[in-house]
């Protein structure tokens, strides 16, 4: 029931025969299972796995087996370039840099394996991703979240929407039907009147809009408002929508990108 398809589990025995690469790697991707991780490595950004099979399928990338895992690679300039193709496609992206230089790595990993003589080494060994050069996550790409002008194609505004559904209580009861039965149907398929909490964002202009509206059984403020400003990612409460807002949201002509959320206050 806790299932969470945005994230990875790997069993701690088989992290650790991991090389300190792969673990530096797995403790990324594994919390972002969801998206296509472009890691750094030199001056090259490196898709692996699962993310090697996408880069290969949709970019066009060679294949390499140089690696323990399956590897596509581009150069640090082509970033953007098919970043944007991915993102376009309704892929998310995850662009991992290296936070420090292979000088500063190698200060630090001395200071690691060589103590002070004033101070009795610790008996406890470091972690493996500490011999090798820091890595960490740069930026969350996604169709409504974009701000880098070599990422965006389109001149017009991109909004993000984020979209909160609360039935109102009473509307359009049935008397044949008990209450918890009109409650269910009315949140599970959207039978009923309903009101919206909505914030739309432009993030590459710093827009931000908010409001609220009582809406009809059939949904038409909330089509109206669709249509108006078109949304390419709709963020929104996945166990707080009714089927008919969704299926309303999905079946947009620019299918917009769904981003389902745990909670939304």
């Not at 790997?10 to 025969?17: A, C, D, R, T, V």
């Not at 323990?68 to 082509?78: D, F, L, Q, T």
């Amino acid at each position: 029931p806790d299932y969470d398809p945005t994230s990875l589990y790997i069993p701690p025995k088989e992290f650790n025969n991991l090389t300190a690469f792969e673990q530096q790697y797995w403790n990324i991707k594994r919390i972002h299972w969801d998206k296509v991780v472009f890691f750094k490595k030199g001056a090259f950004y490196e898709l692996f796995e699962t993310d090697a099979d996408i880069g290969r399928s949709e970019l066009h990338l060679k294949m390499t087996d140089r690696t323990n895992m399956r590897m596509a690679g581009i150069p640090e300039y082509a970033f953007s370039d098919h970043a944007s193709k991915l993102i376009a496609r309704g892929f998310k992206v995850v662009q991992v840099a290296q936070v420090e230089s292979k000088l500063q790595a190698a200060k630090r990993i001395q200071s690691i394996s060589s103590p002070p003589s004033s101070k009795k080494s610790s008996s406890t060994a470091s972690p493996k991703t500490d011999s090798i050069i820091a890595r960490g996550v740069r930026a969350i790409l996604t169709r409504g979240t974009l701000i880098d002008e070599e990422l965006i194609n389109d001149p017009r505004s991109v909004y993000l929407l984020v979209i909160k559904e609360i039935e109102i209580e009473g509307a359009n009861t049935n008397e044949n039907e008990s209450i918890l039965n009109q409650s269910e149907l009315r949140r599970t398929n959207g039978i009923g009147a309903c009101k919206y909490g909505v914030c739309f964002v432009d993030t590459a202009t710093g827009e931000v809009n908010l409001g609220e509206f009582e809406d009809d059984i059939e949904r038409s403020g909330l089509e109206t408002l669709l249509h108006q400003i078109n949304p390419q990612e709709v963020v929104y409460e996945k166990t707080g929508i009714s089927r008919k807002t969704l299926n309303l949201i999905k079946n947009r002509p620019t299918a917009p990108m769904l981003t389902p959320r745990t909670k939304i206050k």
